[in-house]
């Protein structure tokens, strides 16, 4: 049965809050959680933007859960830095870690003023930033001169077991291309059918066997008009679909692509309701495309009062039976 997470925005949250959410989440019965990693929110109205990786050390310090985080490699991330990251974060907590990586977004990596690629070179740069990272994980000694450069890079400090490397996907074409190279997937959505053939490409290009995550959004509120209205505030921006995802540059343009996205439309990407018993069946149709974990990102700003009502009326139905006994 798939393990229940709690999702910690950094876009919509301090890092002090998200660090009392993901006590809270433990506390309610939450088996596990996910980290955001942005350097800008995706619109003013968030309005936050935490350094993940500093964070992440202090959530894995006063938590037992794991944590997964997904990243891109190549643009803010040297590869080198970003393994030394994840491999000193593994040796402090060993097999609580799981490192994702995705091609990327401009909102995010064109702080560096590096030239942002095309889908199909940010593709290629993912899997030789994989490489990378995977081989520091063995402890070897790389020198590669490609898209990026790494020159003599060793990490002395590995843990026992190296956090799985994830690839992050989004689309069929993706995820079968990151099979090649991935120890499992993650991907994002609400809608079985939408997120089967992705499941599909990634097993037949490879990844038949492996672990596969998902972050999945919802908007609880007891009052549903008040879920509605905040799942529209706090995420419309991210209900645009296609390539502007990826190449728009600020929150101000996310807001402008966004100014004609109506609260209605949110229910394609936030599962919104007040009954928690249509949440717990939600996730149960997702469970059923054999996720090791589903990571529940609550997109309204209660997040004290998600937590405690998850814990007490959805949680139960996703405990692990030998666990209780």
Not at 264 to 270: K, M, P, R, T, Y
Request: proline letters at 6%; hydrophobic letters at 45%.
């Amino acid at each position: 049965m798939a393990r229940i997470g709690y999702h910690a925005s950094h876009e919509q949250h301090a890092p002090s809050a998200l660090l009392r959410h993901v006590r809270a989440a433990e506390a309610a019965g939450f088996a596990c959680a996910m980290s955001s990693e942005h350097f800008k929110p995706w619109s003013r109205a968030q309005g936050h933007s935490g350094h993940a990786w500093s964070w992440l050390g202090a959530a894995l310090a006063v938590t037992g859960m794991p944590f997964g985080i997904i990243t891109a490699p190549g643009y803010r991330h040297h590869p080198a830095v970003l393994a030394q990251s994840a491999a000193t974060l593994a040796e402090m907590f060993p097999d609580r870690l799981w490192l994702a990586l995705g091609s990327g977004q401009r909102l995010n990596e064109d702080v560096t003023g590096l030239p942002w690629p095309e889908k199909a070179e940010r593709t290629e740069r993912l899997g030789e930033c994989a490489a990378i990272i995977r081989a520091l994980f063995a402890g070897e000694t790389v020198t590669h001169r490609g898209r990026v450069t790494v020159v003599d890079a060793k990490l002395y400090s590995r843990p026992r077991t190296p956090p799985l490397l994830v690839g992050g996907a989004v689309t069929p074409a993706t995820a079968r291309k990151v099979a090649a190279w991935a120890d499992g997937l993650v991907t994002v959505g609400i809608d079985p059918e939408k997120l089967r053939p992705v499941l599909d490409a990634f097993r037949e290009g490879g990844g038949a066997g492996k672990p596969v995550f998902l972050q999945t959004k919802v908007c609880w509120d007891p009052d549903p008009a008040r879920a509605l209205a905040e799942a529209h505030a706090q995420w419309a921006s991210n209900a645009i679909e296609g390539d502007v995802n990826w190449e728009l540059r600020t929150p101000e343009e996310f807001e402008t692509a966004a100014r004609f996205v109506r609260p209605e439309d949110i229910h394609a990407c936030v599962r919104v309701s007040d009954d928690l018993g249509r949440h717990a069946a939600w996730l149960a149709e997702l469970a059923e495309l054999g996720f090791a974990e589903i990571i529940v990102h609550q997109v309204g700003g209660s997040q004290e009062a998600f937590l405690e009502a998850f814990g007490r009326a959805v949680l139960p139905a996703f405990a692990d039976p030998a666990r209780a006994g």
